[in-house]
Protein backbone atom coordinates (compact mmCIF):
# COMPACT_ATOMS: atom_id res chain seq x y z
CA UNK A 1 0.00 0.00 0.00
CA UNK A 2 2.81 2.65 1.12
CA UNK A 3 5.10 1.92 -2.03
CA UNK A 4 1.68 2.05 -4.22
CA UNK A 5 0.62 5.81 -2.98
CA UNK A 6 4.69 6.45 -2.95
CA UNK A 7 4.38 5.76 -7.04
CA UNK A 8 1.26 7.38 -7.67
CA UNK A 9 2.69 10.68 -5.68
CA UNK A 10 6.34 10.31 -7.39
CA UNK A 11 5.07 9.56 -10.91
CA UNK A 12 2.49 12.53 -10.87
CA UNK A 13 4.96 15.00 -9.37
CA UNK A 14 6.88 14.35 -12.11
CA UNK A 15 4.17 14.78 -14.68
CA UNK A 16 3.20 17.87 -13.54
CA UNK A 17 6.61 19.53 -12.70
CA UNK A 18 6.75 19.34 -16.74
CA UNK A 19 3.63 20.48 -17.05
CA UNK A 20 4.00 23.44 -14.82
CA UNK A 21 7.01 24.42 -16.40
CA UNK A 22 5.23 24.97 -19.34
CA UNK A 23 2.88 27.11 -17.51
CA UNK A 24 5.60 29.03 -16.45
CA UNK A 25 7.66 29.61 -19.30
CA UNK A 26 4.39 30.33 -21.43
CA UNK A 27 4.00 33.64 -19.04
CA UNK A 28 7.62 34.20 -18.80
CA UNK A 29 9.53 33.35 -21.69
CA UNK A 30 7.41 31.98 -24.92
CA UNK A 31 6.33 35.46 -25.72
CA UNK A 32 10.40 36.32 -26.58
CA UNK A 33 11.41 33.27 -27.37
CA UNK A 34 8.58 31.76 -29.67
CA UNK A 35 6.40 35.20 -30.55
CA UNK A 36 9.35 37.73 -30.53
CA UNK A 37 7.48 39.43 -33.66
CA UNK A 38 4.00 40.18 -31.88
CA UNK A 39 3.15 43.27 -29.92
CA UNK A 40 3.43 42.22 -26.00
CA UNK A 41 -0.29 41.47 -25.49
CA UNK A 42 -0.55 39.57 -28.74
CA UNK A 43 2.89 37.51 -27.87
CA UNK A 44 1.25 36.80 -24.23
CA UNK A 45 -2.00 35.86 -26.25
CA UNK A 46 -0.32 33.31 -28.59
CA UNK A 47 1.85 31.91 -25.71
CA UNK A 48 -1.10 31.41 -23.28
CA UNK A 49 -2.95 29.88 -26.76
CA UNK A 50 -0.30 27.48 -26.93
CA UNK A 51 -0.94 26.47 -23.26
CA UNK A 52 -4.72 26.05 -23.95
CA UNK A 53 -2.93 23.33 -26.25
CA UNK A 54 -2.37 21.21 -24.07
CA UNK A 55 -5.76 21.07 -21.86
CA UNK A 56 -7.55 20.35 -24.71
CA UNK A 57 -5.45 17.50 -25.51
CA UNK A 58 -5.97 16.09 -21.85
CA UNK A 59 -9.62 14.75 -22.30
CA UNK A 60 -8.13 12.93 -25.72
CA UNK A 61 -5.67 11.21 -23.23
CA UNK A 62 -8.11 10.56 -20.62
CA UNK A 63 -9.88 8.41 -23.35
CA UNK A 64 -6.68 6.69 -24.66
CA UNK A 65 -5.27 5.44 -21.90
CA UNK A 66 -8.80 4.93 -20.28
CA UNK A 67 -9.91 2.65 -22.48
CA UNK A 68 -6.53 0.18 -22.53
CA UNK A 69 -6.42 0.99 -18.63
CA UNK A 70 -9.85 -0.37 -18.11
CA UNK A 71 -9.08 -3.70 -19.97
CA UNK A 72 -5.47 -4.55 -19.33
CA UNK A 73 -4.50 -2.65 -16.49
CA UNK A 74 -2.92 0.68 -14.53
CA UNK A 75 0.45 0.39 -14.17
CA UNK A 76 1.13 -0.33 -17.89
CA UNK A 77 -0.46 2.91 -18.70
CA UNK A 78 1.13 5.05 -16.29
CA UNK A 79 4.59 3.83 -17.28
CA UNK A 80 3.91 5.24 -20.96
CA UNK A 81 2.57 8.25 -20.07
CA UNK A 82 5.62 8.82 -17.88
CA UNK A 83 7.92 8.30 -21.08
CA UNK A 84 5.41 10.53 -23.28
CA UNK A 85 5.69 13.35 -21.11
CA UNK A 86 9.36 13.00 -20.60
CA UNK A 87 10.32 13.06 -23.69
CA UNK A 88 8.48 15.63 -24.92
CA UNK A 89 9.37 17.88 -22.22
CA UNK A 90 13.03 17.34 -23.33
CA UNK A 91 11.97 17.98 -26.76
CA UNK A 92 10.88 21.27 -25.92
CA UNK A 93 14.49 22.36 -23.96
CA UNK A 94 16.27 22.35 -27.26
CA UNK A 95 13.65 22.83 -29.62
CA UNK A 96 15.45 26.60 -31.67
CA UNK A 97 12.89 29.54 -31.19
CA UNK A 98 11.22 31.60 -33.95
CA UNK A 99 14.47 33.65 -35.25
CA UNK A 100 16.10 30.49 -35.89
CA UNK A 101 13.56 28.14 -37.04
CA UNK A 102 10.77 31.18 -38.02
CA UNK A 103 7.05 29.77 -37.90
CA UNK A 104 7.90 26.37 -37.92
CA UNK A 105 9.21 26.96 -34.01
CA UNK A 106 6.20 27.70 -32.89
CA UNK A 107 3.95 24.99 -34.64
CA UNK A 108 6.70 22.24 -33.33
CA UNK A 109 6.17 23.82 -29.78
CA UNK A 110 2.69 23.47 -30.29
CA UNK A 111 2.63 19.80 -31.06
CA UNK A 112 4.70 19.05 -27.90
CA UNK A 113 2.08 21.01 -26.25
CA UNK A 114 -0.18 18.12 -27.92
CA UNK A 115 1.54 15.49 -26.46
CA UNK A 116 1.91 17.04 -22.71
CA UNK A 117 -1.25 17.35 -23.10
CA UNK A 118 -1.92 13.68 -23.43
CA UNK A 119 0.41 12.13 -21.04
CA UNK A 120 -0.88 14.19 -18.10
CA UNK A 121 -4.44 13.50 -19.38
CA UNK A 122 -4.04 9.86 -19.45
CA UNK A 123 -2.04 9.84 -15.76
CA UNK A 124 -4.09 11.35 -13.48
CA UNK A 125 -6.65 8.19 -13.64
CA UNK A 126 -4.28 5.85 -13.18
CA UNK A 127 -2.45 7.70 -10.51
CA UNK A 128 -5.09 8.03 -8.44
CA UNK A 129 -6.38 4.56 -8.60
CA UNK A 130 -2.99 2.97 -7.91
CA UNK A 131 -3.15 4.52 -4.45
CA UNK A 132 -6.86 4.45 -3.81
CA UNK A 133 -7.43 1.05 -5.16
CA UNK A 134 -4.41 -0.58 -3.23
CA UNK A 135 -5.01 1.42 0.31
CA UNK A 136 -7.42 1.24 3.07
CA UNK A 137 -11.21 1.55 1.73
CA UNK A 138 -12.13 3.25 5.11
CA UNK A 139 -9.43 5.95 4.19
CA UNK A 140 -10.30 6.48 0.32
CA UNK A 141 -10.12 10.80 0.77
CA UNK A 142 -6.73 10.26 2.24
CA UNK A 143 -5.34 7.95 -0.24
CA UNK A 144 -6.03 9.12 -3.05
CA UNK A 145 -5.06 12.68 -2.15
CA UNK A 146 -1.52 11.42 -1.74
CA UNK A 147 -1.09 11.71 -5.58
CA UNK A 148 -2.65 14.71 -6.01
CA UNK A 149 0.61 16.64 -3.84
CA UNK A 150 2.39 15.38 -6.86
CA UNK A 151 0.58 18.84 -8.38
CA UNK A 152 1.88 21.13 -5.64
CA UNK A 153 5.42 19.04 -5.27
CA UNK A 154 5.50 19.67 -9.43
CA UNK A 155 4.91 23.42 -8.69
CA UNK A 156 7.57 24.01 -6.01
CA UNK A 157 10.31 22.04 -8.45
CA UNK A 158 9.21 23.85 -11.54
CA UNK A 159 8.96 27.31 -10.48
CA UNK A 160 12.01 26.65 -7.92
CA UNK A 161 14.16 25.40 -10.79
CA UNK A 162 13.12 28.65 -12.34
CA UNK A 163 13.75 30.88 -10.15
CA UNK A 164 17.02 29.73 -9.28
CA UNK A 165 18.40 29.56 -13.00
CA UNK A 166 16.91 32.92 -13.25
CA UNK A 167 18.82 34.48 -10.35
CA UNK A 168 21.92 33.13 -10.88
CA UNK A 169 22.32 34.07 -14.74
CA UNK A 170 20.25 37.02 -14.95
CA UNK A 171 16.75 37.64 -16.31
CA UNK A 172 18.41 38.47 -20.15
CA UNK A 173 20.46 35.31 -20.15
CA UNK A 174 17.78 33.33 -18.62
CA UNK A 175 15.20 34.28 -21.59
CA UNK A 176 18.52 33.88 -24.05
CA UNK A 177 18.82 30.00 -23.41
CA UNK A 178 18.61 29.67 -19.10
CA UNK A 179 15.19 28.68 -18.91
CA UNK A 180 16.11 25.12 -21.35
CA UNK A 181 17.95 23.66 -18.35
CA UNK A 182 14.58 23.18 -16.23
CA UNK A 183 13.54 20.77 -19.19
CA UNK A 184 16.41 18.97 -19.32
CA UNK A 185 16.62 17.91 -16.22
CA UNK A 186 12.61 16.09 -16.71
CA UNK A 187 14.93 13.11 -18.12
CA UNK A 188 16.92 12.41 -14.84
CA UNK A 189 13.50 12.31 -12.81
CA UNK A 190 11.23 9.86 -15.76
CA UNK A 191 14.54 7.24 -15.07
CA UNK A 192 13.25 7.74 -11.18
CA UNK A 193 10.32 7.42 -11.77
CA UNK A 194 10.39 4.59 -14.25
CA UNK A 195 12.55 2.90 -11.69
CA UNK A 196 9.93 3.31 -8.78
CA UNK A 197 6.91 2.29 -11.26
CA UNK A 198 8.24 -0.90 -12.60
CA UNK A 199 8.59 -2.17 -9.36
CA UNK A 200 4.83 -1.85 -8.38
CA UNK A 201 1.98 -4.51 -8.86
CA UNK A 202 -1.40 -3.97 -10.20
CA UNK A 203 -3.79 -2.87 -8.04
CA UNK A 204 -5.95 -5.80 -6.21
CA UNK A 205 -9.84 -4.20 -7.19
CA UNK A 206 -8.74 -4.35 -11.19
CA UNK A 207 -7.08 -7.68 -10.45
CA UNK A 208 -10.43 -8.98 -9.59
CA UNK A 209 -12.06 -7.35 -12.29
CA UNK A 210 -9.59 -9.47 -14.68
CA UNK A 211 -9.79 -12.62 -12.61
CA UNK A 212 -13.82 -12.50 -12.95
CA UNK A 213 -13.44 -11.31 -16.72
CA UNK A 214 -15.19 -8.40 -16.36
CA UNK A 215 -13.50 -5.90 -17.95
CA UNK A 216 -14.95 -4.30 -20.56
CA UNK A 217 -14.63 -4.29 -24.74
CA UNK A 218 -15.02 -0.85 -24.95
CA UNK A 219 -14.74 1.27 -21.75
CA UNK A 220 -14.79 4.64 -23.63
CA UNK A 221 -18.50 3.92 -25.07
CA UNK A 222 -19.61 2.00 -21.95
CA UNK A 223 -19.23 4.37 -19.33
CA UNK A 224 -20.37 7.55 -21.67
CA UNK A 225 -23.69 5.14 -22.09
CA UNK A 226 -23.83 4.41 -18.42
CA UNK A 227 -22.27 7.42 -16.68
CA UNK A 228 -22.66 10.46 -18.34
CA UNK A 229 -24.23 12.78 -15.22
CA UNK A 230 -21.57 11.69 -13.73
CA UNK A 231 -18.82 12.52 -16.48
CA UNK A 232 -20.61 16.04 -17.17
CA UNK A 233 -20.93 17.03 -13.32
CA UNK A 234 -17.70 15.59 -12.48
CA UNK A 235 -16.39 18.41 -15.14
CA UNK A 236 -18.34 20.90 -14.06
CA UNK A 237 -17.50 20.16 -10.14
CA UNK A 238 -13.77 21.34 -11.10
CA UNK A 239 -14.59 24.99 -12.43
CA UNK A 240 -13.56 26.40 -8.92
CA UNK A 241 -10.78 24.60 -8.59
CA UNK A 242 -8.71 24.11 -11.42
CA UNK A 243 -9.37 27.41 -13.14
CA UNK A 244 -8.65 29.84 -10.45
CA UNK A 245 -6.06 27.50 -9.66
CA UNK A 246 -4.08 28.55 -13.68
CA UNK A 247 -5.20 31.97 -12.64
CA UNK A 248 -2.30 31.89 -9.84
CA UNK A 249 0.12 29.60 -11.13
CA UNK A 250 -0.10 31.24 -14.67
CA UNK A 251 -1.66 34.17 -15.35
CA UNK A 252 -0.74 35.80 -12.23
CA UNK A 253 3.10 35.59 -12.91
CA UNK A 254 2.41 37.95 -16.16
CA UNK A 255 -0.10 39.96 -14.19
CA UNK A 256 2.34 41.25 -11.50
CA UNK A 257 5.53 41.27 -13.38
CA UNK A 258 3.97 43.67 -16.22
CA UNK A 259 4.75 47.08 -16.30
CA UNK A 260 1.89 47.88 -14.04
CA UNK A 261 2.81 45.80 -10.98
CA UNK A 262 6.80 45.61 -11.92
CA UNK A 263 7.83 42.79 -9.24
CA UNK A 264 10.55 40.38 -10.81
CA UNK A 265 10.68 37.43 -11.56
CA UNK A 266 11.71 35.71 -8.73
CA UNK A 267 9.14 37.46 -6.35
CA UNK A 268 6.39 35.76 -8.00
CA UNK A 269 8.06 32.16 -8.31
CA UNK A 270 9.01 32.27 -4.99
CA UNK A 271 5.58 33.18 -3.74
CA UNK A 272 4.19 30.89 -5.70
CA UNK A 273 6.44 28.36 -3.97
CA UNK A 274 5.30 28.73 -1.08
CA UNK A 275 1.48 28.47 -1.88
CA UNK A 276 2.53 25.43 -3.34
CA UNK A 277 4.13 24.49 -0.20
CA UNK A 278 2.02 25.33 2.30
CA UNK A 279 -0.72 22.74 0.21
CA UNK A 280 2.16 19.77 0.91
CA UNK A 281 0.29 19.93 4.10
CA UNK A 282 -3.41 20.76 3.69
CA UNK A 283 -4.32 18.86 0.49
CA UNK A 284 -3.91 15.42 2.28
CA UNK A 285 -5.58 17.17 5.39
CA UNK A 286 -8.44 17.89 3.47
CA UNK A 287 -8.66 14.38 2.09
CA UNK A 288 -8.26 13.12 5.45
CA UNK A 289 -11.11 15.31 6.68
CA UNK A 290 -13.48 14.11 4.08
CA UNK A 291 -13.06 10.54 5.57
CA UNK A 292 -15.04 11.92 9.07
CA UNK A 293 -17.24 14.33 7.22
CA UNK A 294 -18.98 14.33 4.18
CA UNK A 295 -16.67 14.68 1.12
CA UNK A 296 -19.31 17.21 -0.93
CA UNK A 297 -19.12 19.13 1.81
CA UNK A 298 -15.88 20.26 2.31
CA UNK A 299 -15.84 20.47 -1.49
CA UNK A 300 -18.75 22.92 -1.33
CA UNK A 301 -17.15 25.01 1.95
CA UNK A 302 -14.29 24.90 -0.45
CA UNK A 303 -15.76 26.66 -3.90
CA UNK A 304 -17.92 28.66 -1.53
CA UNK A 305 -14.38 30.19 0.52
CA UNK A 306 -12.71 30.48 -3.84
CA UNK A 307 -15.91 32.75 -5.14
CA UNK A 308 -15.20 35.50 -2.67
CA UNK A 309 -11.76 34.90 -2.16
CA UNK A 310 -11.18 35.99 -5.64
CA UNK A 311 -12.13 40.08 -4.73
CA UNK A 312 -9.41 39.61 -1.53
CA UNK A 313 -6.93 38.18 -3.92
CA UNK A 314 -6.61 41.03 -6.31
CA UNK A 315 -7.18 43.83 -3.68
CA UNK A 316 -4.01 42.38 -2.01
CA UNK A 317 -2.55 42.16 -5.41
CA UNK A 318 -2.98 45.58 -6.27
CA UNK A 319 -2.54 46.99 -2.98
CA UNK A 320 0.94 48.30 -4.19
CA UNK A 321 2.51 47.02 -0.76
CA UNK A 322 5.12 44.34 -1.33
CA UNK A 323 4.53 42.44 1.61
CA UNK A 324 0.66 42.09 1.07
CA UNK A 325 0.99 40.82 -2.29
CA UNK A 326 3.60 37.87 -0.95
CA UNK A 327 0.73 37.09 1.54
CA UNK A 328 -1.73 36.94 -1.15
CA UNK A 329 0.63 34.73 -3.60
CA UNK A 330 1.50 32.72 -0.25
CA UNK A 331 -1.84 31.88 0.74
CA UNK A 332 -3.67 31.66 -2.76
CA UNK A 333 -4.02 28.10 -2.59
CA UNK A 334 -5.34 27.33 0.79
CA UNK A 335 -8.84 27.34 -1.06
CA UNK A 336 -7.96 25.00 -3.70
CA UNK A 337 -6.27 22.16 -1.28
CA UNK A 338 -10.13 22.35 0.36
CA UNK A 339 -11.32 21.06 -3.07
CA UNK A 340 -8.33 19.20 -4.34
CA UNK A 341 -7.94 17.28 -1.04
CA UNK A 342 -11.15 15.16 -1.53
CA UNK A 343 -11.68 15.70 -4.74
CA UNK A 344 -10.05 12.80 -6.61
CA UNK A 345 -11.97 10.38 -4.49
CA UNK A 346 -15.03 12.05 -4.68
CA UNK A 347 -14.99 11.51 -8.83
CA UNK A 348 -13.39 8.28 -8.77
CA UNK A 349 -15.94 6.77 -6.48
CA UNK A 350 -18.82 7.59 -8.75
CA UNK A 351 -17.59 4.93 -11.46
CA UNK A 352 -17.54 1.16 -10.92
CA UNK A 353 -14.04 -0.80 -11.30
CA UNK A 354 -14.22 -1.97 -14.58
CA UNK A 355 -14.77 1.90 -15.85
CA UNK A 356 -13.03 3.60 -13.20
CA UNK A 357 -9.89 4.64 -14.95
CA UNK A 358 -11.90 5.94 -17.94
CA UNK A 359 -14.81 7.67 -16.26
CA UNK A 360 -12.39 9.20 -13.60
CA UNK A 361 -9.64 10.01 -16.77
CA UNK A 362 -12.48 11.52 -18.66
CA UNK A 363 -14.49 13.93 -15.77
CA UNK A 364 -11.34 15.23 -14.49
CA UNK A 365 -9.82 15.74 -17.99
CA UNK A 366 -13.13 17.45 -20.01
CA UNK A 367 -13.28 20.38 -16.68
CA UNK A 368 -9.26 21.34 -18.69
CA UNK A 369 -11.28 22.46 -21.81
CA UNK A 370 -13.61 25.05 -20.40
CA UNK A 371 -12.08 25.28 -16.44
CA UNK A 372 -8.23 25.24 -16.71
CA UNK A 373 -7.59 25.57 -20.49
CA UNK A 374 -9.09 29.28 -21.19
CA UNK A 375 -8.31 30.78 -17.78
CA UNK A 376 -5.10 32.33 -17.81
CA UNK A 377 -6.29 33.58 -22.05
CA UNK A 378 -9.79 34.88 -20.66
CA UNK A 379 -8.35 36.60 -17.83
CA UNK A 380 -5.57 38.21 -20.26
CA UNK A 381 -8.35 39.35 -22.77
CA UNK A 382 -10.96 40.53 -19.27
CA UNK A 383 -7.76 42.67 -18.33
CA UNK A 384 -7.32 44.23 -21.55
CA UNK A 385 -10.60 44.72 -21.99
CA UNK A 386 -11.97 46.30 -18.54
CA UNK A 387 -8.22 47.43 -16.82
CA UNK A 388 -8.85 46.21 -13.53
CA UNK A 389 -8.07 42.52 -11.78
CA UNK A 390 -12.04 42.60 -10.40
CA UNK A 391 -13.04 41.17 -13.65
CA UNK A 392 -10.93 38.62 -13.06
CA UNK A 393 -12.44 38.23 -9.62
CA UNK A 394 -16.18 37.78 -10.92
CA UNK A 395 -14.80 34.78 -13.35
CA UNK A 396 -13.73 33.39 -10.16
CA UNK A 397 -16.63 33.86 -8.78
CA UNK A 398 -18.81 32.33 -11.54
CA UNK A 399 -17.18 29.31 -11.62
CA UNK A 400 -17.51 28.66 -8.01
CA UNK A 401 -21.34 29.36 -8.83
CA UNK A 402 -21.52 26.27 -11.31
CA UNK A 403 -19.31 23.96 -9.08
CA UNK A 404 -21.72 24.33 -6.23
CA UNK A 405 -24.56 23.58 -8.52
CA UNK A 406 -23.11 20.70 -10.02
CA UNK A 407 -22.07 19.20 -6.61
CA UNK A 408 -25.84 19.00 -5.69
CA UNK A 409 -26.39 16.86 -8.35
CA UNK A 410 -23.11 13.93 -7.59
CA UNK A 411 -24.12 11.33 -4.91
CA UNK A 412 -21.33 10.77 -1.71
CA UNK A 413 -20.14 7.52 -2.22
CA UNK A 414 -17.86 7.79 0.87
CA UNK A 415 -19.31 4.96 2.94
CA UNK A 416 -20.18 2.52 0.11
CA UNK A 417 -18.04 -0.26 -0.92
CA UNK A 418 -17.25 0.61 -4.46
CA UNK A 419 -15.44 -2.89 -5.08
CA UNK A 420 -18.62 -4.02 -5.33
CA UNK A 421 -21.05 -3.59 -8.72
CA UNK A 422 -23.28 -3.80 -7.34
CA UNK A 423 -23.14 -0.58 -5.40
CA UNK A 424 -24.00 1.22 -8.70
CA UNK A 425 -26.45 -0.44 -10.59
CA UNK A 426 -29.62 1.46 -10.67
CA UNK A 427 -32.14 1.38 -7.69
CA UNK A 428 -35.25 -0.50 -7.87
CA UNK A 429 -38.22 1.10 -9.03
CA UNK A 430 -41.72 0.74 -8.34
CA UNK A 431 -42.55 -1.07 -11.80
CA UNK A 432 -39.97 -3.59 -11.02
CA UNK A 433 -41.18 -4.45 -7.79
CA UNK A 434 -44.58 -4.85 -9.19
CA UNK A 435 -43.09 -7.26 -11.86
Do not use: C
Not at 30 to 56: E, W
Not at 61 to 84: Q, Y
Not at 130 to 156: D, F
Amino acid sequence: MRKAAVASTIGTTIEWYDYFLYGAAAALVFPHVFFPNMSPYLGLIASFASYFVGFVARPIGAAIFGHWGDRIGRKAMLITTLLIMGISTALIGVLPGAGSWGDAAPAVLILLRVLQGIAVGGEWGGSILLSMEWGNQKRRGLMASWPQLGVAIGIILSTGLMALFNGIMGTDAFIAWGWRIPFLLSLVLVAIGLYIRIRIMETPMFAEVVRTEKTQKAPVLEVIKRYPKEIVLSALLRMSEQMPFYIVTAFVLSYLTDKNHNYSYNFVLIGTMVAAALELFFVPYFGHLSDKRNRLRIYQLGAAITGVWGFVYFALLDSGASWLVFIALSVALIPHAMQYGPQASIIAENFPTELRYTGAGLGYQLASIVAGGPAALIATILLHNFGTGYAVSMYILVSALITIAASLGLKDYSKSDIADSGTYKPRVGKADNAV
